[in-house]
């Protein structure tokens, strides 16, 4: 029979109230989750997260069918940044990065008629093949949420709306 000293210990993940027990994607040997490091006889490479995140932004970024990244808040907010030129390439992205391994989630607005399914599985492969080969990190997964779906007619309508004006 095990006693309370002898359980096996969870991850706690806060959420304001209410904690939540979850088990880390990725491994953290080395104890944090800021940075990712590699010991060599020569020394010690040092990734952090958003290092990892820029990548994984840009790679998405690239492929086609895929309008933008982020919620609506932090597209808005993104268009702000964009005007005055400090465009934040980790916008829609959060990464879990452990000493050898990436989780990534990202968040993308697909372009109509782009068909979506492929978009997400391109967007998957992209950003797997950039963390691997870019930052040398194994890819365990890649979640992408689709959460808009941008129509071409948008575009034309704002232009409308500032001629009329």
């Excluded at 840009?58 to 086609?64: G, L, M, T």
């Amino acid at each position: 029979m095990a006693t309370d000293d002898q359980k096996t210990p969870t991850t706690a993940v806060s959420t304001g109230k209410n904690a939540v027990a979850s088990a880390p994607r990725v491994d953290r040997s080395f104890g944090t989750s800021q940075t990712a490091a590699t010991e060599t006889a020569a020394g010690t490479t040092v990734i952090a997260d958003g290092v990892v995140a820029k990548v994984a932004g840009i790679a998405a970024r690239e492929v086609r069918g895929v309008y933008a990244l982020g919620g609506g808040g932090a597209r808005a907010f993104g268009a702000i940044r964009d005007a005055v030129n400090a465009t934040d390439l980790t916008q829609g992205v959060k990464v879990e990065v452990g000493e050898t391994q990436a989780a990534v989630d990202i968040t993308i607005v697909v372009e109509y008629p782009t068909p979506v399914h492929e978009v997400a599985s391109n967007v998957r492969s992209a950003v797997t093949t950039a963390i691997t080969r870019l930052v040398g990190l194994e890819v365990v997964e890649v979640n992408v949420e689709v959460n808009d779906v941008h129509l071409p007619s948008d575009d034309s309508s704002d232009t409308e709306e500032s001629r009329v004006a």
